[in-house]
């Protein structure tokens, strides 16, 4: 009974219970039927179950038999290894046996061939002998024992490098011009020293391998035309002893323009400041040159008074027969006219004292300015690069260079006037004194 209502409980959750049945016996036929096909379907998958675990055994059975000469193969290769490297070691000790000092010869020539390396890096005769850098490279890096046709080619590298060191050349290499553009030329290499192409200065790019025009040329172009054309006599030349350093530092080295530059917009204002000074002060020194010129004339022409020079405006103040009655009057006139006179002497002279006491504060500024960029410099990216900082310490030196250049020159000038102009003032007050005491004393003569 119990096995009834199981069977019952099963047929009602299947499928097959959405059909209702017909009766008890159609419902036991039905749950028969079920039972039968899901045991054909146990059976088939147990059946599928056995065949595959049967060719899993018939593929695991093949691959054993493939894996028994492979594990046979690889330790016949690992006892040729061990017996190779047995016989690897015994040929070593052998080999340093016999060689004894030599090891230790050939140690100093690969030494000597990564030094030599070093040493013709940046050599123009690179240009000369392309392959020897990379002869050199194997010999230092090799791990073996040179043989004696590299020792010799070694020899012969550096007896061929002291021979061309004393000889003037004449070859053909690639040249970069100022513009970027390469070809080849003819070059005059005077040993390591120094290249020229088209009368000019060439340095050398050990980067790529290559000449290239220096943007500043040491020389006249006339002197290397001389040097580079046939000749029976000697000639000069300007040779690099550093070979190559020199003209090297030449080309960062920065020149009177740079240093302008890098003075920045307080740089150019001072110097604006100061060209404005120096023209205002010439001019006006030779404006009173000019007067004291006109003063000279009237001077020695009394008689006969003009108006274009200050001497002549002062004594044309009392005419020429004042009367001598009203002395104090006439005094009084001259010192008068002479007030009016000064300050046109004396014109011009204030202005270039403040542009001489200007200069050095329009320096301080462009110092501190300079240094506020460097510490900006420090903040963003710290002391580690030095070329960083050097655009706003080069601005603040440069700056208090130029207030100091401009403020030192106007000090001077503005002196040189204001002693012209005073001179001036004391010759209009002597020959103003000197025509009261002419008409005072009529038989004295002028200048007593």
């Known amino acids: 009974m119990r096995h009834f209502w199981i069977a019952l409980t099963l047929v009602l959750a299947s499928p097959i219970a959405l059909a209702q049945p017909a009766s008890l016996d159609q419902l036991l036929q039905d749950i028969r039927q079920l039972r039968s096909s899901e045991q054909a379907a146990m059976r088939e998958r147990e059946a599928e179950f056995l065949r595959e675990r049967d060719r899993q055994q018939q593929l695991m059975q093949q691959a054993e038999q493939e894996l028994a000469p492979i594990k046979a193969e690889a330790d016949r290769l690992k006892a040729e290894f061990d017996r190779l490297e047995q016989a690897l070691a015994d040929t070593e000790a052998q080999m340093k046996q016999r060689s004894g000092y030599l090891g230790e010869l050939f140690g100093v020539v690969r030494q000597m061939a990564s030094d030599t390396r070093s040493q013709w890096q940046d050599s123009l005769l690179n240009v000369q002998f392309p392959d020897r ?71 050398y790019r050990s980067e790529v ?17 001389d040097f580079a054309a046939p000749r029976s006599e000697l000639a000069d030349l300007l040779v690099d002893p550093t070979r190559g350093t020199v003209l090297a530092q030449m080309q ?6 740079d240093r302008v530059h890098q003075g ?25 040159f000019r007067v004291s010129r006109q003063i000279d004339q009237q001077a020695n022409d009394l008689g006969n008074l ?22 104090e009057t006439l005094e009084l006139k001259l010192d008068e006219a002479i007030l009016r006179e000064t300050p046109v002497l004396d014109r011009g002279n204030s202005l270039i004292k403040l542009f001489a006491a200007v200069a050095p504060l329009l320096g301080l500024l462009g110092t501190v300015t300079g240094m506020i960029v460097t510490f900006q410099a420090i903040t963003l990216f710290g002391t580690s690069d030095p070329k960083l900082m050097a655009g706003g310490i080069s601005q603040a030196l440069v700056t208090t260079v130029q207030g100091l250049v401009v403020a030192i020159p106007l000090l001077f000038l503005h ?34």
């Open 133 to 203: 850098l990379a002869q050199l490279d194997r010999l230092a890096s090799s791990t073996r024992i040179p043989t004696v046709e590299s020792l010799e080619q070694f020899w012969f590298m550096l007896q061929e490098d002291m021979t061309a060191s004393g000889r003037i050349s004449r070859i053909n290499a690639p040249v970069v011009d100022r513009d970027g553009q390469q070809q080849q030329a003819p070059v005059l290499l005077v040993g390591p020293f120094v290249a020229i192409a088209d009368d000019q200065y060439l340095g």
């Open 209 to 225: 391998e290559v000449l290239q025009v220096l943007n500043r040329q040491p020389g006249s172009r006339d002197l290397i035309r």
């Open 252 to 257: 960062q080295t920065p020149t009177f323009m």
């Open 264 to 288: 920045g917009l307080v740089g150019y204002v001072i110097l604006a400041l100061g060209a404005l000074g120096v023209l205002l002060a010439l001019a006006k020194l030779a404006w009173l």
């Open 306 to 327: 003009r108006d274009d020079n200050p001497l002549g405006r002062i004594l044309g103040v009392i005419g020429d027969q004042p009367r001598l009655e009203d002395l």
């Open 415 to 448: 002196a040189t006037l204001a002693a012209r102009s005073k001179a001036l003032t004391q010759v209009l007050e002597q020959q103003s004194a000197g025509l009261i005491a002419l008409h005072l004393d009529p038989g004295a003569k002028r200048g007593e």
